[in-house]
């Protein structure tokens, strides 16, 4: 089945640092991925949709500027946290769908980043 | 807009019996797909199960299967035989017509217990 790896799992660093978030679909093509965002106890809130080769679509409310999403290949989008402060923390979660399969292909997710700024 | 809507913050079920899962939608849109997903404690998005708006026959899988009923505009989940496995957050979502956005519903966290 479709396996989309995400990348750390588990980060924790100080005030004022960037933290970047791989994800990776790891055995089809992506030219689409999704970052999500989750507070605790709360759903997923999407934050933008990464377009491989071009700029990635945010969602209302969403600053491009903090959130910078890079889709350079058909399997690898990447989130970086600029400038990260203790508000920024949070489980961050991508997902991916191939393109093959016809609408019933779901979308596929990794196992998430929980980011911890202190 | 499009919004799912999950009314059970919580549910308790006792191992082996069945539980029903509640979600209903709100779209204007005729094509749509409806999916459910399982979060453990761990924090990764299992999918479960998927119906699509033209589809005829309610989803089966294993001891998944969905409820669907499109003149209500909902899509219960309904989990046979639980095990305790089976305790989690379940969210339901909607994938948006020409986009492979989905929105998700504010989840149900299942206690299945001995």
């Known amino acids: 089945g479709a396996v989309v790896s995400q990348h750390p799992s588990w980060v924790i660093c100080k005030s004022g640092t960037s933290v970047k978030i791989e994800c990776r679909s790891l055995d089809f093509q992506a030219t689409t991925m999704f970052w999500y965002r989750q507070f605790p106890k709360q759903s997923l809130m999407l934050m933008a949709t990464?377009?491989?080769?071009?700029?990635?679509?945010?969602e209302q409310g969403v600053e491009k500027d903090k959130f910078l999403i890079n889709h350079a290949s058909l399997t690898l989008s990447t989130l970086t946290v600029t400038s990260a402060h203790p508000e920024d923390s949070s489980f961050y979660i991508c997902?991916?769908?191939?393109?093959?399969?016809?609408?019933?292909?779901?979308?596929?997710f990794g196992d998430g980043t929980r980011l911890s700024i202190l | 807009a499009q919004k799912i809507t999950q009314t059970q913050p919580g549910m308790f079920v006792q191992e082996k019996e069945a539980v029903t899962l509640d979600c209903t939608y709100d779209t204007s849109d005729q094509s749509y797909g409806l999916f459910w997903y399982k979060q453990p404690s761990s924090g990764e998005m299992i999918f479960l199960i998927y119906q699509g708006s033209y589809d005829e026959q309610n989803a089966t899988e294993g001891r998944y299967s969905l409820n669907f009923q499109k003149a209500r505009k909902s899509a219960n989940l309904v989990i046979s035989a639980s095990q305790l496995g089976d305790s989690a957050m379940y969210f339901c979502a909607m994938r948006e017509a020409n986009t492979d956005k989905l929105i998700f519903g504010t989840g149900t966290r299942l206690q299945v217990f001995p």
């Open positions: 997902s991916a769908r191939p393109g093959q399969g016809g609408n019933n292909q779901p979308q596929h």
């Open positions: 990464s377009n491989e080769g071009s700029k990635a679509t945010y």
